[in-house]
């Protein structure tokens, strides 16, 4: 089990180094293509000036430039670029008059000079670069082309009268595999199709001939449009499967040499690629999500269609907007384990040029990150722990609210795992600033009594995160030398800080506490742009120790309320602008298909919150943590574990939520037989009991 994380330190390197290189000439640029290696190893990003110019950088995938590379180096074409990243060179295919190709060396100390080029009396239809990095060329028979004879290339000749369309292209030692769309002279629908070719191609004298060679492996007949085609190809026990979709179609096409078919898909296909765990997919739902993860090799070829639950380790990316996400600016490795997801937009150039580029604001690249069991051992989905990860990382503090036992408080303390520091504090009514940020404190010293300021939770927490950032490789230091270093720092500016870790201050029931007093001036250093090192920077003077303050940017803040307590419209506007809201809601599906005396309990939770929130609104509806118990009971336990929950939980929330207004629930339920006419519980035995459920579930 695994999961996708923002690489953050590679994407942070990466831009400090193109703001070294470019902003210090006063040149907007940003970055028009990029492409990650076959191995993972490498980034290939293409940077776009405002001048037409373009300059290649290849990074390692931790962030560094790699030797050689230090500076981009000049692409000399302002017509269309396209760049393909093999294990040791990248090919950059330049459209400028007949055409170039340019392969770079990763590992070179003058990439520049060793590169090898490849040059054409006219401009190619298609060129591309297989994982053997052999050069694939397909144009007219009159095409002529010039290459260095150390560098492997492959001809195929465009069919006169026909067409051909490459989706994807795989080679071994002495075979080349292409995915293709294929139409002969006179046939009335073109065919997909997966073909063979040996390597080196058998001799032949004109384009027929080399297509009557091609060996059809698997064919499907009509082949889907090729706009917006997104395909690949691999070998799997000698064998080739293909797929191919469209860029926002809801269907895939696998092509194997036993069959060829059509699968529907769980939404719209932004991006598919082949990789060891599995084919990668990046489905996007209309007004929902964008999710990834992988589909085995079992699933595709058995399944007859695919939903989001056959996606492994699903990751969800933020919200869907099928114009933000383009398949160009989309790959992932061959082992899984890297991949790259940026948003795209597009601009004008100076020259009146159009062209799309990476959003600045795009976390580009992810690392997958293997876990033991799902966060909250499923309590959570993917879905939420991204969302949040995603959330918190943009505003630095978000407040999660819903229906209680909907998992808000799991969820921030599974989020927390990986911190470097978590402090875990409940707001209640007699919590104060005091307590939180800093206050005075009385204190017996030789026989008298003497008030002294001492720090609360906030305060601890933001001076370890600070000294952390200015002392990385500092030991183990007491609080008060921590403390000294960082109130020098905020005093004198001297020293450099660099935020490092990530530190989390999660409040349970944000709700609870008078929030304005408790948070005093602080909720001005809430805002983002306000922590240290950021645009606004702010530091305060607080009030008892008259010492200054600031919050550092890698300082989260995780809140929690239910919102049958109190609506969150009645929150402080000052603090609802300060914070990101994140909606809990109870989710019947994490109960899975486990029955009790044949009761589904997905099924019974859904058929209680339906009336609960017809009747009284969704704050008010169960959350699927109330049965934890009873999932984690013996099979032959559960019945038990049922009842106790039902009797001594549920029950007891549904007489007060239809206090007074019992025919209420018996007619939304005319199966519900718990509470009697005058609102009280009705004890029943085991039997008695699972049957009334059963009535529940199944009456309308």
């Not at 073109?190 to 073909?195: F, S, Y």
């Amino acid at each position: 089990m695994g999961r996708f994380e923002i690489s953050e330190n590679a994407l942070e390197k990466i831009a400090e180094s193109l703001r070294e290189e470019y902003e210090g000439s006063n040149v907007d640029y940003v970055i028009e293509d990029m492409r990650i290696s076959e191995n993972g190893e490498y980034l290939s990003v293409l940077i776009r000036d405002d001048y037409d110019s373009r300059f290649l950088h290849i990074f390692d995938t931790k962030g560094n430039p790699l030797l050689g590379w230090k500076s981009g180096v000049g692409i000399p074409c302002q017509e269309d670029v396209v760049v393909f990243p093999g294990v040791e060179n990248v090919a950059v295919f330049m459209k400028c008059g007949t055409g170039e190709i340019a392969l770079y060396p990763f590992q070179d100390e003058n990439p520049k000079e060793h590169a090898l080029r490849v040059t054409f009396s006219r401009l190619p239809i298609y060129v591309s670069l297989t994982n053997m990095e052999r050069v694939v060329i397909f144009g007219d028979m009159r095409l002529d082309f010039s290459a260095p004879a150390d560098l492997e290339t492959v001809f195929i000749p465009r069919l006169q009268g026909g067409y051909a369309f490459f989706h994807a292209i795989h080679d071994t030692d002495d075979e080349i595999y292409i995915l293709h769309t294929f139409k002969e002279p006179g046939m009335k629908n073109p065919t997909l199709r997966i073909g063979r070719i040996n390597y080196p191609p058998h001799p032949y004298y004109s384009p027929i001939e080399f297509w009557d060679g091609v060996e059809t492996i698997s064919a499907h007949s009509p082949a889907p449009p090729t706009k917006g085609a997104i395909g690949d190809i691999v070998l799997r026990d000698n064998e080739p499967i293909a797929v191919l979709g469209t860029k926002l179609g809801k269907e895939l096409y696998i092509l194997t040499s036993k069959k060829a078919r059509i699968i529907p898909l769980p939404g719209e296909l932004v991006f598919t690629k082949f990789t060891e765990k599995g084919l990668f997919l990046l489905i996007g739902q209309f007004r929902g999500y964008l999710y990834g993860g992988f589909v085995t090799y079992e699933d595709l070829l058995q399944k007859g269609s695919l939903k989001l639950d056959d996606i492994v380790d699903r990751t969800v990316f933020g919200r869907y907007n099928p114009e933000a996400f383009d398949p160009k600016f989309s790959g992932i490795s061959r082992s899984g384990d890297v991949l790259v997801l940026g948003k795209s937009s597009g601009k004008v150039s100076a020259s009146g040029r159009f062209y799309y580029y990476v959003r600045p604001d795009s976390n580009y690249l992810y690392s997958y990150v293997s876990t033991q069991a799902a966060p909250g051992e499923g309590d959570i989905t993917y879905d939420q722990f991204t969302q949040l990860e995603e959330v918190l990382r943009r505003f630095g503090g978000v407040i999660l609210y819903g229906p209680p036992g909907t998992g808000k408080t799991k969820l921030a303390l599974d989020l927390s795992r990986d911190a470097d520091k978590v402090e875990v504090v409940t707001f209640h009514q007699s919590y104060s600033y005091e307590d939180f940020v800093e206050g005075f404190r009385p204190v017996e010293k030789e026989g008298k009594l003497l008030y002294v300021v001492e720090d609360g939770i906030l305060k601890r927490l933001a001076v370890e995160a600070i000294f952390r950032g200015l002392h990385p490789d500092e030991g183990e230091a007491d609080y008060k030398k921590k403390k000294e270093a960082v109130l020098e720092y905020l005093q004198t500016g001297k020293g450099e800080f660099k935020p490092r870790g990530k530190f989390y201050l999660i409040i349970d029931e944000i709700n609870r506490g008078n929030i304005s007093r408790i948070l005093g001036e602080v909720i001005t250093l809430l805002d983002p742009d306000k922590r240290l090192g950021m645009e606004y920077e702010t530091k305060i003077t607080l009030p008892y120790s008259r010492e200054p303050f600031a919050l550092p940017p890698n300082l989260y803040i995780i809140g929690t309320m239910n919102s049958t307590d109190r609506s969150i419209a009645f929150l402080d506007m000052a603090l609802r602008r300060r914070f990101a809201f994140l909606e809990i809601l109870p989710r019947p599906e994490e109960l899975g298909d486990i029955e009790v005396g044949g009761v589904n309990l997905q099924h019974l939770l859904s058929t209680l919150n339906r009336v609960i929130e017809e009747e009284r609104g969704k704050d008010y509806t169960i959350g699927h943590g109330y049965f934890r118990e009873v999932i984690k009971a013996k099979p032959e336990e559960r019945a038990k574990a049922l009842k106790d929950v039902f009797y001594y939980k549920i029950l007891p929330l549904l007489q007060e939520y239809f206090y007074g207004n019992w025919e209420a629930i018996r007619r939304s339920l005319p199966g519900f037989g718990f509470i009697d006419e005058k609102g009280r519980i009705i004890e029943m035995d085991d039997d008695e009991f699972i049957e009334a459920l059963r009535k529940l579930v199944t009456e309308k």
